[in-house]
Every structure is written in structure tokens, then in C-alpha cells.
């Protein structure tokens, strides 16, 4: 954290799901940006559940304070259009490679396996990850260490090489669903740069 800053909400609490909303201003922050741009500076927030004095639940995230855009515009000629990331408004040359499951049996990969990776990945210099659309959404974990590494995230959604039944409403459905999850689960990342579609289905339709 650089400092704290907080705010406090007071309110009576029915049974039953509750939205509250509250605003942080973090005055002269320290942004996140990827390498090799400047540093991944992390905030820690805290959101503690109060009553009477007492507390019944704390939840503590690890937050990044950046802004991303995709840049696409017309190139010269016929070449079609730009598509060049900026980060904090300063436009990023993105380096890296495919992250895959980092063992055919998902269950095995620990902590330990996924800082490894993930640190000799910033050695050679990666400033991004991108997903493959055949992969997994990953363990929490992984996603925590690019943002401490200040490793940009391309993430397709999981679907890869093959035809889906996009016809029928009930999968739509579901895969509307699992994507709303997926993207509400990772949003809070700042390393999360970039959501794909899927890993080659247009092109092995077209070939």
C-alpha cells in the first residue's frame, strides 16, 4: 500500500443480498504499468464488515490503478487498421508467448510451479501472456503474480480448433453465463489487458 485512505458506510442490513456502494479517491496515485513502461505498483484494499464494534468479516484485495486502451485506426494504404495496446495512455510494445497449462494434470501445478514459470518469463523479458483459447481459466494465484510481475494478460475465452453449436440458444446461454463469470472473477486485475474469442474457430472455418 502507499498510504491509507478509507471511508466509512453506515446502514441497517435486511436479510437477504445487499448492494452498497462507496467512492476511494486515491489522491496522487501510483499507477500500475507493465514492463517495460515503470513499475507494477500494487495497492492493498480492505473492506471490513462492522457491527457494533465488532468485526464479522474482513476481504483484502490486491489492486492495481491503471487505464488500457486498444488502439485501432485506419493504416496507410490498404493494410487495414492499427492494433497497438496503451497502458496510462503511454503505448506498450507487447513480447511474450502462449501460456498453456503448465501440466496435463491441472491438479499438480502448485504455487511453487506457477512463480517459477511465471518469474523466468519476466527474465526473458515477456511483458505478456497471452491465454490460449484451449487452456483454462487459470488459478487465481497466477493471475496475482502478473500482476506483480507487471505481465500483461491476452485471454481468450475457452474455446479452441473446433466447431461450437453457436445455433442453439441453450449453449449461447451458457457460455454467456460462464463468460460474465469468468470476466466479473478477473476483472480486478490490472494485468487482465485483453479478452479474445476464441483460439482459431473462424480460420479452421474459413480453411
Known amino acids: 500500500g502507499h498510504g491509507d485512505h478509507g471511508t466509512t458506510l453506515h446502514t441497517e442490513l435486511a436479510p437477504g443480498l445487499q448492494t452498497m456502494t462507496a467512492t476511494l479517491e486515491v489522491p496522487d496515485p501510483a499507477l500500475w504499468w507493465p514492463v517495460p513502461l515503470g513499475q507494477p505498483n500494487l495497492y492493498d484494499a480492505s473492506v471490513v464488515l462492522l457491527a457494533d464494534g465488532k468485526v464479522l468479516d474482513r476481504s483484502v484485495i490486491r489492486y492495481g490503478l491503471r487505464e488500457i486502451a486498444l488502439i485501432r485506426e485506419p493504416l496507410p494504404g490498404d493494410e487495414g487498421e492499427s492494433f497497438i495496446l496503451a497502458v496510462n495512455g503511454q503505448k506498450v510494445f507487447c513480447k511474450g508467448g502462449n501460456w498453456v497449462p503448465a501440466d496435463a494434470l491441472i491438479a499438480r501445478v502448485n504455487p511453487t510451479k506457477y512463480r517459477e514459470l511465471v518469474r523466468l518469463a519476466a527474465k526473458a523479458n515477456f511483458n505478456m501472456f ?7 481459466f487459470e488459478a487465481p494465484y497466477f493471475y496475482q503474480l502478473c500482476d506483480e510481475y507487471g505481465i500483461l494478460v491476452w485471454h481468450d475465452f475457452p474455446y479452441a480448433c473446433s466447431y ?3 445455433d442453439d440458444p441453450d449453449f449461447l446461454a451458457e457460455a454467456k453465463h460462464e463468460a460474465e463469470l469468468a470476466v466479473r472473477c478477473l476483472r480486478n486485475h490490472p494485468s487482465i489487458a485483453l479478452w479474445c ?10 480453411q
Open 130 to 136: 497471452r491465454i490460449w483459447g484451449g487452456g483454462i
Open 197 to 206: 474469442g476464441n483460439n482459431e474457430n473462424q480460420w479452421i472455418h474459413h
Open 164 to 166: 461450437y453449436p453457436d
